[in-house]
C-alpha cells in the first residue's frame, strides 16, 4: 500500500449555513489554484460546538470560518484569542494548530479596508469624520478598523440608542453617538459612510435614513451584498458620493484563512467575484 499525505480539509460553521457564499469562492480559490484539499459548509447547533471542535481537528480540519450565530461563543472555546477579535468581540476564523491549540481571529476589519482600497484607491480614511449605520458585531470590526487606519471621529447610530452607547465605552472619545432618528445629520462633512445593518437587504425593510446630507466625493460602502446595489448605494451615488459594494469585504475577509489553512495567498480579482456571483 502507498501512504497518501492527509488532505487539508476547512470549511464554515453557523446555523443555518445553506446560504452562504464561503464555500464557493474557497472551492474556486482550491480549483484555481490545483490545491488538494476540500471546503465543507456544516451547520452545527450551539449546544453542538464544544463537541465539533474537538472532533473537527481529529478528522483532517485544519481551520474554519465562522459565522451567525457562534462568532462571539467561539471566543470562549478557543485557547488563543487575537487582540483584535477580543476587541471586536468576535472571531470569524478558526486554525486548528498542530500543537493542538485552537487560534481565533477577525478578518473582517482587514477586509473591510481591503475592499475599500481596492475599489476606491483615492479613499483617505483621515480626510473627515466617518458615519456608522448600525451597532451590532459587523459594526465593531468597521468601527475597529476605521480607527486603525485614521479616522478623526466616528458618528454611530443604532435602532435601539443603548447598543450604540457600548461603543463609545469600548472605543474610546473618537466615537459619537447619535440618536437613528436624527442619523441623517450625521452625514454632514463626513468623508466616510457605512451600512452596517441588514436594511436594503434582499427580504428585510429598506434602509430609510435621507441622504441628502451626504458630501460629493464622499465614499459610501454597504455590507449587505444581496442585493449587490441596495437602495442605500443607489442614493448615496445619486448624491454624489463614490460606492463601493459590499462583496469585495466578504472576499477580502476569507484571503487570510484560506493562506493558512491551504499554504497558498489567494487572489481577490473579478474572476473571484464572478465565480462566487454566479453561484
Request: glycine share 10%; proline share 7%.
Amino acid at each position: 500500500m502507498t501512504d497518501h499525505p492527509r488532505l487539508p480539509l476547512a470549511g464554515v460553521i453557523g446555523s443555518p449555513i445553506a446560504h452562504s457564499r464561503s464555500p464557493a469562492l474557497h472551492g474556486y480559490w482550491l480549483r484555481r489554484y490545483g490545491i488538494k484539499g476540500h471546503y465543507i459548509p456544516m451547520d452545527i447547533a450551539q449546544a453542538d460546538l464544544p463537541e465539533a471542535l474537538r472532533l473537527l481537528p481529529r478528522m483532517g480540519f485544519v481551520g474554519l470560518n465562522v459565522t451567525i450565530p457562534h462568532k462571539e461563543t467561539i471566543l470562549g472555546l478557543a485557547d488563543i484569542v487575537t487582540d483584535r477579535a477580543a476587541l471586536i468581540g468576535a472571531a470569524n476564523t478558526l486554525i486548528f494548530r498542530k500543537d493542538g491549540r485552537i487560534h481565533a481571529d477577525n478578518t473582517d476589519g482587514a477586509g473591510f479596508i481591503a475592499n475599500l482600497r481596492q475599489n476606491a484607491p483615492q479613499w483617505n480614511p483621515a480626510a473627515g469624520p466617518a458615519v456608522v449605520f448600525g451597532a451590532g458585531g459587523a459594526a465593531r470590526a468597521v468601527v475597529a478598523a476605521l480607527i486603525e487606519v485614521g479616522a478623526p471621529e466616528i458618528r454611530i447610530a443604532n435602532r435601539t440608542r443603548p447598543r450604540a452607547e457600548v461603543f463609545r465605552s469600548d472605543f474610546g472619545a473618537k466615537v459619537m453617538v447619535h440618536d437613528w432618528i436624527q442619523a441623517g445629520n450625521m452625514l454632514e462633512g463626513a468623508a466616510t459612510v457605512v451600512n452596517t445593518t441588514s436594511l436594503g437587504m434582499t427580504g428585510k425593510p429598506e434602509f430609510r435614513v435621507p441622504l441628502d446630507a451626504m458630501e460629493p466625493g464622499a465614499l459610501a460602502t454597504d455590507l449587505v451584498y444581496t442585493p449587490l446595489k441596495t437602495q442605500f448605494l443607489i442614493e448615496a451615488e445619486a448624491a454624489g458620493a463614490t460606492v463601493v459594494d459590499g462583496l469585495g469585504m466578504l472576499l477580502h475577509q476569507a484571503a487570510p484563512g484560506f493562506e493558512r489553512w491551504f499554504g497558498h495567498r489567494p487572489e481577490v480579482d473579478e474572476a473571484t467575484r464572478q465565480a462566487v456571483l454566479s453561484v
